[in-house]
């Protein structure tokens, strides 16, 4: 089956520093990779996502970037602000109507 | 329009107990799927319910066991708690026909605390 695997599991950046977080994934079938944010005690929220026929995607702060052939995707958040603070997860799906996939998370710390 | 909703919030239950926990997906959503969320992790697949019936499985014991009505909620049901069941139970629900995954909507979970 798929296994996602994501770094770091902790990241401390200054506030208007960039953040940059890599998954990478097993299965080439593949086709669509979703970031979410978690705050505490909270649901995981859709941050941004990305299809297997995109390399780049890009929201106000915040893009993903996609390499099929290599099996990784990344967050890159600029900017970044104390709010940013969560834990962030990656994950992938095969097929609609198929079952995410998970990345264990990044714990981002986002000083003032 | 309301999102998931999942009910209770937070619950405690003694090992061995059973538990029941509750989820009424998005308007327009037929498919409901759950996760474990264990402290610290990310969320593990449970199952997934379309049409009444478990579609799929991840990788957990039959304690573990569901149910999807015709109004398309569903219910996680637990057996025989065990301590290492304490998580975050997550409801997603979406849309079979729609493009994948875009339309996955998470609830706000239930916290269960098992003693």
């Known amino acids: 089956g798929e296994n996602v695997e994501q770094h770091p599991s902790t990241l401390s950046v200054q506030e208007g520093d960039s953040a940059v977080i890599k998954c990478t994934y097993s299965?080439?079938?593949?086709?669509?990779f979703p970031w979410y944010k978690q705050e505490l005690g909270k649901r995981p929220q859709l941050i941004i996502d990305?299809?297997?026929?995109?390399g780049e995607k890009k929201d106000q702060r915040i893009a993903v970037t996609l390499n099929k052939t290599a099996k990784h995707f990344s967050l890159h958040i600029t900017e970044t602000q104390p709010e940013d603070s969560a834990v962030y997860f990656c994950?992938?799906?095969?097929?609609?109507?198929?079952?995410?996939?998970f990345g264990p998370g990044t714990r981002l710390s986002a000083l003032p | 329009d309301a999102g998931v909703t999942q009910s209770p919030t937070h619950l405690i239950k003694t090992r061995g107990q059973q538990v029941t926990l509750r989820c009424s997906p998005k308007?327009?959503?037929?498919?409901v799927s759950w996760y474990q969320q264990a402290l610290g992790q990310g969320p593990q697949f449970i199952f997934q319910?379309?049409?009444?019936?478990?579609?799929q499985r991840g990788n957990f014991p039959d304690r573990f066991s569901g149910h999807q009505f015709p109004n398309y909620s569903s219910e996680l049901n637990v057996n025989a708690l065990l301590l290492g069941d304490s998580a975050l139970y997550l409801c997603?629900?979406?849309?079979?026909?729609?493009?994948?995954?875009?339309?996955?909507?998470f609830g706000s979970g239930t916290r269960l605390t098992v003693v």
């Open positions: 997603a629900s979406s849309q079979r026909t729609g493009t994948g995954g875009s339309g996955y909507t």
């Open positions: 299965d080439s079938a593949s086709n669509y």
């Open positions: 990305i299809r297997s026929n995109v």
């Open positions: 994950a992938t799906i095969k097929n609609y109507g198929q079952n995410f996939v």
């Open positions: 308007s327009g959503h037929d498919t």
């Open positions: 319910y379309y049409e009444e019936e478990e579609r």
